[in-house]
């Protein structure tokens, strides 16, 4: 993406999440912030429940690392011409605020392609820009997780109630992967053709492609995928299921075809003989005495310890995975071999803070970024870029067109 410029006028984490990873990629990502507060993300003091350092605020550098940031206010005709000199540059517009205040305040795609007839104009929302709630704003909390049915799915039917998303910004940055997907193929699209496009993702439709193979057997059979209870493992595949470890871990097995699994697995597993049960022995079998096989291999996971069978099992042919919290993952030897945490310098000048990765790769090479910028930080060099003069840069703060 290097010599692409996207002008984003966003918050939160959504579209900024696009933003981000086009970053990652390459671009100069110009993020235009309220002179005053900035994106109104940098006030959260709380995630999920844990107290936040504005200074190393993971809601600001997970989707804005790499990015310029520049303080206008929108709202004035000052602060939109400065708006509109930066659109002249800029190949993408990048924006996730409502119609009304997308119209209100001339950055609505009419504005903006008047002053720039061949940008990509990308849009994010809750619901979509189509139909009677295009108006309306939304979260991943609400358009993403509770809306959608995902939320639905993933509560287990007998606890009698409704699990919360848990992982905050969830559906956002699955979602601004989707937008820094179809703005590429956009990019393409007027390399190839001379055409732009206008891009609109919503957090629901995003939730539904998630979703998307259970949302066809639901419109398939009326009937909906749900979650299990922990002890409920009605699977026909023993080899399909979680299993206890003796100090509380789960080990889960993923073996969805056994053809050609199931002596290395049972011998994986300390049970070798069965290999040689008939009940076991072959695939029809192992399905018909399912409930038999849960039994046995629950008996022999739960008598070791969770990092016993972490080990042991990395050189079984099956699938199967520790079941591992998000905290664990940071010292995952596989995720740290592919580069998955990156380092960048902290804005309080502490110790490097590490960020997630984008899940794209290029040529196996660790990505190199930088730290979310802090609100404004970057006014004057982009206008000066634009060979805008001192005086016109004083005038304009004067106004409080900039910060």
Request: aromatic share 8%; proline share 5%; net charge negative.
């Amino acid at each position: 993406m290097q010599g692409v410029r996207v002008l984003e006028v966003a918050q939160f984490t959504f579209v900024p999440a696009a933003g981000a990873i086009l970053a990652d990629w390459g671009a100069d990502v110009i993020k235009v912030e309220h002179p005053v507060r900035g994106d109104t993300q940098r006030g959260f003091i709380n995630m999920g429940g844990f107290q936040l350092d504005p200074n190393r605020h993971p809601l600001i550098e997970h989707p804005n690392r790499g990015k310029r940031s520049v303080g206008i206010d929108v709202s004035t005709p000052g602060g939109q011409e400065v708006l509109y000199e930066i659109a002249k540059t800029a190949d993408v517009f990048l924006t996730n605020y409502l119609p009304a205040q997308r119209q209100k305040n001339k950055f609505d795609v009419e504005h903006i392609r008047a002053v720039n007839p061949n940008i990509i104009y990308a849009r994010g929302s809750a619901y979509g820009d189509k139909g009677s709630e295009r108006d309306t704003g939304g979260f991943d909390g609400t358009a993403f997780w509770t809306r959608s049915g995902v939320g639905h799915a993933l509560t287990p039917e007998a606890i009698n109630g409704a699990l919360s998303q848990g992982i905050p910004a969830f559906g956002d940055s699955i979602g601004g992967m989707n937008i820094a997907g179809g703005i590429s193929a956009a990019l393409f699209h007027r390399e190839r053709t001379g055409e732009t496009a206008e891009i609109d993702v919503s957090l629901l439709s995003t939730a539904w492609w998630a979703a998307g193979a259970s949302v066809t057997q639901g419109m398939e059979t009326g009937e909906t995928m749900r979650s299990l209870m922990p002890d409920d493992v009605t699977s026909v595949n023993p080899f399909m299921a979680n299993y206890r470890t003796s100090d509380g871990g789960t080990i889960n097995l993923c073996i969805v075809s056994p053809t050609g699994y199931i002596r290395d697995a049972f011998e994986h597993l300390g049970l070798p003989e069965l290999a040689d049960d008939p009940r076991f022995s072959d695939v029809l079998p192992l399905i018909e005495n399912a409930t038999e096989g849960v039994e046995l291999i629950a008996k022999a996971i739960g008598s070791k310890p969770f990092e016993y069978w972490r080990q042991h099992l990395k050189t079984m042919k099956g699938q199967w995975a520790p079941f591992q919290s998000l905290v664990d993952l940071n010292t995952d030897e596989q995720a740290i071999a592919n580069d998955m945490v990156v380092e960048v310098e902290a804005a309080d000048g502490g110790q490097p803070f590490r960020v997630v990765r984008g899940p794209v790769q290029f040529n196996h090479e660790p990505l190199e970024t930088t730290r979310a910028p802090q609100a404004s930080e970057h006014t004057e060099i982009v206008l000066m870029e634009l060979g805008m003069d001192w005086d016109r840069i004083e005038e304009l703060k004067d106004s409080g067109a900039i910060a």
